[in-house]
């Protein structure tokens, strides 16, 4: 046997024998079945199976298979590691710009997450799918050091018709920036007199737009410094979900809550 490199060097070299091992992770087996559901040539699984047992990954029995203690192990290892490596290719292009520390769950629950990112053909991807987690809530809190037109628009519209509840803390130097602005004050004032809204001015720095509709789909949003949506991560892993709703119910307490009298007429 040789070190740990050569152990998985030799396990992924052969996708049947990673095949073989979590077939029988799964229950034991003897060999026709194994070629049957396997869809492997007997010689094949011959040597699969020859190789597994010289190194006690596997026991046989005549013509029965089972997986070992060892075998088990190094599965249940082997598919952390495969998850790993999937999350950190789904996350590719906005990994290294993640505040990953300030994270309050492991990074592979993100490992199923929908990621939404600019493409040539599809620019606004991001804004769209953004706007349209919104237009399918019945409740939405948010974070933000930023503010989009059309993203304010849906939630106007559906807040004052009466059709969403929504909590928004946003940044003091954001609200500076807003409040004196038609687009954006006029319909802050709208949501905030229809009572259907709070806001909350927070005196800080925030490093990321956060939401999660009805509690169940959390979005942690790349905005870049000119506004525009580097990606939009979304997920429904109660973890982060848990997460992103009680960091925004965090920089809600300490913020003060907004009336519709901050926004010029």
């Not at 620019?123 to 304010?152: C, K, Y």
């Not at 319909?187 to 169940?216: C, H, K, N, Q, W």
Request: some cysteine; overall charge negative; hydrophobic content about 35%.
């Amino acid at each position: 046997m040789g070190g740990p490199v050569d152990e998985i060097r030799f396990l992924v070299a052969s996708e049947n024998r990673v095949r073989v091992l979590e077939y029988l992770y799964e229950t034991p087996a003897d060999r026709e079945e194994l070629a049957d559901e396997l869809a492997v040539s007997r010689p094949t699984l011959s040597r699969v199976l020859t190789g597994l047992e010289e190194r006690r990954w596997i026991s046989q029995h005549g013509s029965d298979c089972a997986i070992t203690s060892s075998g088990a192990f190094l599965v249940e290892s082997f598919r952390s590691l495969r998850a790993a490596i999937e999350t950190m290719q789904r996350l590719e292009a906005v990994i290294d710009s993640l505040p990953i520390e300030e994270f309050d769950f492991e990074l592979g629950r993100l490992h199923d997450a929908t990621v939404t990112t600019p493409t040539q053909t599809d620019p606004g991807a991001p804004l769209r799918r953004a706007r349209q987690l919104i237009l399918e809530a019945d409740e939405f809190h948010f974070l933000t050091n930023t503010v989009v037109s059309s993203l304010a628009e849906v939630l106007r519209e559906r807040t004052v018709r009466g059709e969403l509840t929504v909590v928004g803390v946003v940044t003091e130097e954001l609200l500076d920036t807003v409040s004196d602005s038609p687009a954006f004050g006029d319909p802050t004032r709208e949501m905030i007199a229809s009572g259907g809204a709070e806001f909350y001015r927070y005196d800080g720095t925030v490093s990321l737009t956060l939401g999660v509709a009805d509690g169940t789909t959390a979005s942690i949003t790349q905005v870049d410094q000119d506004g525009s949506q580097r990606a939009q991560i979304e997920t429904d892993d109660e973890h982060v979900c848990s997460w992103v709703g009680s960091t925004i119910e965090t920089y809600r307490r300490e913020s003060e809550r907004i009336d519709a009298g901050t926004f010029s007429q």
